[in-house]
């Protein structure tokens, strides 16, 4: 669920800076690829979803949020820590909710 987030908010907040850079080659049929594959990538709304699910994750089995943002999950093999950015979209998130409760835990 970690890395779900990360790669969606990865996705979704940075693809813009390296599509810019990548814009600047003139290769067309390169650009045009690149504009096609975009439309697949996560929205602004499959990142709060994401977020919204670490949540209820963290809810569900009584998780704390130092728990979550090292990757200590249970069943998972490989973990994934969280940045601070990362915890503070999550309160962010959380707090567009009126979720004071796990605003305070992430932020």
């Not at 990362?86 to 796990?102: N, P, R």
Request: proline fraction near 3%.
């Amino acid at each position: 669920p970690v890395n779900a987030f990360k790669l969606m908010k990865r996705l979704n907040t940075e693809w813009s800076s390296l599509e810019s850079l990548v814009l600047s080659d003139t290769t067309d049929g390169f650009i045009s690829n690149l504009t096609i594959q975009r439309q697949h990538f996560p929205t602004d709304e499959d990142q709060t979803g994401a977020a919204k699910a670490l949540l209820r994750l963290q809810d569900t089995y009584r998780l704390d949020a130092n728990t979550i943002s090292v990757g200590d999950l249970p069943g998972v093999k490989h973990k994934s820590q969280m940045t601070v950015e990362d915890c503070y979209e999550l309160g962010k998130i959380a707090y567009s909710d009126v979720d004071y409760y796990h605003t305070e835990l992430w932020m």
